[in-house]
């Protein structure tokens, strides 16, 4: 006599949750996509127009060395300055107890000092640790040096957190992306969108991003 094979009944609750995950599942990946989609947007588009200063975001220095990425960075602005697109060039980043008093911002003024850009153009803000900070004093900045348009250098996928950012601090931004440095491998790539996709999640939820931190002594 062939016995019949009860399907396996889950309980109404755990039914529920199963519900409950996938949702949550599905709404992340919707989120991701838009945006993995609006960081391109952004990072494809070089908005430089003329403006009252150009904002160079901070990334990691070595010794009193821009890395590689701060560099292009800088090199851009140098750019940007050349071209007369505004006649004030501000860098932005602190430094840590482990960098020997130099910062971010010090590093990058040297630099334009030493790819000719006077001393009276440069503006070296050296007290901020993470892109948020960077953003808050330039905004204080701004407001009081009577800046109201300002192009905004950086890698291409951060510039989409950047542009943000500086629209909640009420700054009128152009967002200018520094140019690739070789081939960057498709892990590189993926790990930088992850990270911006959950620092900007951070923001827009209001939680704090200081555990996605990958800026400061990072080479970004």
């Not at 996509?33 to 220095?61: C, K, M, S, Y």
């Not at 070595?62 to 800088?74: D, E, I, N, Q, T």
């Not at 851009?76 to 006649?87: K, M, N, S």
């Amino acid at each position: 006599m062939a016995s019949s094979i009860q399907p396996r009944r889950y309980h109404p609750f755990f039914r529920f949750l199963l519900r409950v995950f996938a949702a949550v599942v599905l709404v992340a990946i919707l989120w991701s996509l838009w945006v993995t989609h609006e960081i391109n947007q952004v990072a494809h588009q070089d908005q430089a127009r003329p403006a009252d200063a150009i904002a160079v975001f901070g990334a990691a220095e070595y010794g009193g060395r821009p890395s590689p990425v701060f560099h292009a960075r800088l090199d851009h602005a140098v750019a940007l300055y050349q071209r007369q697109i505004a006649p004030l060039v501000i860098t932005l980043g602190g430094g840590s107890d482990k960098d020997s008093g130099r910062t971010e911002g010090g590093v990058g003024r040297d630099y334009l000092l030493a790819n000719g850009v006077p001393l009276t153009d440069i503006l070296a803000e050296t007290n901020s640790f993470d892109t948020e900070q960077q953003v808050t004093r330039l905004a204080e900045i701004a407001q009081s040096r009577s800046l109201h348009r300002i192009v905004v250098v950086s890698d291409p996928t951060h510039l989409f957190r950047i542009q943000a950012l500086c629209q909640d601090a009420g700054l009128d931004v152009y967002t200018s992306p520094r140019a690739p440095l070789g081939n960057i491998d498709d892990l590189d790539l993926a790990q930088r969108y992850v990270h911006e996709i959950l620092s900007y999640t951070a923001l827009r939820t209001g939680l704090s991003d200081a555990f996605l931190r990958m800026e400061g002594k990072s080479d970004d």
